[in-house]
């Protein structure tokens, strides 16, 4: 579990701890439970926490506000949010409301670009 590689994120290298209750998560996820809990005994183990990617969080501004979606990382995200942690560990991705709109499609909150 050390290869950090993301589609998104490759190229972004700062990892910020970002509030968990800030992060839409549009997309139902399918889990795989033991996946889910090999991660949270790597994040239960003191000093091995980093060794799980960060996961792609799109930060959109829009209309002068800050939106924050996440469409991959359910497992790892599964496993923060059974341990009760408000934080979880994620690359910034600067993404413009069109972008999501192609992910969303109707769904999406932003129906014209600024």
């Known amino acids: 579990m050390t290869d950090n590689y993301s589609i998104h994120g490759d190229s972004v290298t700062e990892v910020?701890?970002?509030p968990m209750s800030i992060i839409n998560r549009p997309i139902p996820s399918?889990?795989?439970r033991e996946k889910v809990d090999h991660m949270k005994q790597i994040l239960q183990t003191p000093g091995k926490e980093n060794e799980l990617t960060p996961?792609?969080?799109h930060h959109v501004t829009y209309k002068g506000e800050d939106y924050?979606?996440?469409f991959?990382?359910?497992h790892r995200w599964e496993a923060s949010k059974e341990l009760g942690n408000e934080f979880i560990r994620a690359k910034l991705i600067e993404t413009p409301p069109s972008v999501i709109r192609v992910?969303?499609?109707s769904s999406s909150p932003f129906k014209e670009d600024e």
């Open 55 to 57: 996961i792609d969080v």
């Open 30 to 32: 399918q889990l795989d």
């Open 16 to 18: 910020h701890d970002i």
């Open 103 to 105: 992910y969303m499609g």
């Open 72 to 74: 991959g990382g359910c």
């Open 68 to 70: 924050y979606f996440a």
